[in-house]
């Protein structure tokens, strides 16, 4: 099992360009969480799935979207980047909501 | 949301016991406190958690107040490769599934 899978690794973005982070779970998770980590802080949470299909907001939600069209897939939008978001990106995924969550990775994203 | 004080950095000396204390005073009486860590910038993984009984598993034991306002991470033998931030975690129920509200953490340095 790979668990949870991030791509890409690493991105570099003008201000004003888009871009779209994948994570990938072969866990058969039904809850997928997106979240960014700034420099010297814990993680923030973006943006949450419960499953297929449903999407909601977390603690710092704007200017990214995301969507869960397949259960194992959960994508991070950024329409329009700005410099504030710059940080490290991490997914992770739980069984249920008295599961653990399992992280990825992460993603680095510069904005200049 | 209920938030954790956790001294920011602690040294142990490999070999001997590590104890991370957090303070989560605000604590409602559903919320399950969660530790976590991160190896330099990998993603969290999970340790251990516990609603007010004490826990223990292959990697750690969780030591929680009768009270509920404090608890404390025991490695009870810890290596180099234990040395990462330590992450005192409540989670908190939303109207659906869960999220974790990370503080700063507790930098851990195992030293020969």
């Known amino acids: 099992n790979a668990g949870v899978t991030q791509t890409p690794k690493f991105r570099v973005l003008k201000t004003g360009q888009s871009m779209t982070l994948l994570c990938a779970q072969d866990m058969n998770h039904e809850y997928m969480y997106w979240y960014r980590q700034d420099p010297g802080m814990g993680l923030r949470l973006i943006h949450y799935s419960v499953g297929e299909g449903t999407t909601a907001k977390g603690e710092v939600p704007d200017g990214y979207n995301v969507s869960r069209l397949k259960k194992q897939n959960f994508l991070l939008g950024l329409e329009s980047a700005a410099p504030s978001q710059t940080s490290v990106y991490f997914c992770?995924?739980?069984?249920?909501?008295?599961?653990?969550?399992?992280f990825g990775p992460g993603t680095r994203l510069t904005v200049l | 949301d209920a938030k954790t004080t956790q001294p920011p950095s602690m040294d142990c000396a490999e070999g001997r016991a590590a104890n991370l204390p957090c303070n989560h005073s605000t604590i409602s009486g559903n919320e399950y406190v969660y530790w976590y860590r991160q190896i330099h910038s990998q993603g969290p993984q999970y340790i251990i958690h516990?609603?007010?009984n004490n826990e223990t598993n292959e990697m750690a034991s969780l030591i929680i107040t009768e009270d509920r306002k404090s608890s404390t991470l025991i490695l009870p033998h810890a290596t180099l490769r234990d040395t990462a931030v330590y992450y005192c975690i409540v989670r908190v129920l939303m109207e659906y599934g869960n999220k974790l509200v990370f503080g700063a953490g507790t930098i851990l340095r195992v030293k020969s």
């Open positions: 992770a995924s739980s069984g249920g909501t008295y599961n653990e969550q399992f």
């Open positions: 516990g609603l007010k």
